[in-house]
Nanobody, 132 residues
Framework: EVQLVEFGGDSVQAGGSLRLSCKAS???????????MAWYRQAPGNKCELVSQIDTDGSIYYEDAVKGRFTMSLDNAENTIHLQMDNLKPEDTAVYYC???????????????????????WGKGASVTVST
């Protein structure tokens, strides 16, 4: 059974840092049907937003609003991905979701049940709140 568990969510002041981690089990990153690992976020009332993703070739994408502040990394030995978030801003406040996908995609909503059943997997989310 594929499972993704995020941890590291917290409340911080603007300018602070947080590190989110997502521990995956039940699969190994790079398997043919799970070629993308990604972080998405969704703030109340907003659409699901792709924050960062890594492909099997190692290329990493960052959404413009987080470039230069967020760093995504993959620990193959631990089957874990991380999202280092620095210089956090109030607009970064959201629930952050880890996802293992069979292909790159954008979604209206984030979270379990989104995407193609049996091919896309999500964690339950980690809440990040950035205050002024």
């Amino acid at each position: 059974e594929v499972q993704l568990v995020e941890f590291g969510g917290d409340s911080v002041q603007a300018g602070g840092s947080l590190r989110l981690s997502c521990k995956a089990s039940g699969f190994t990153f790079g398997e043919p049907d799970l070629s993308v690992m990604a972080w998405y976020r969704q703030a109340p009332g907003n659409k699901c937003e792709l924050v960062s993703q890594i492909d099997t070739d190692g290329s990493i994408y960052y959404e413009d609003a987080v470039k230069g502040r967020f760093t995504m990394s993959l620990d193959n030995a631990e089957n874990t991905i991380h999202l280092q978030m620095d210089n956090l801003k109030p607009e970064d406040t959201a629930v952050y979701y880890c996802a293992a996908l069979h292909e790159k995609a954008l979604f209206s909503d984030c979270g379990p049940g989104t995407g193609q059943s049996g091919f896309d997997y999500w964690g339950k989310g980690a809440s990040v709140t950035v205050s002024t």
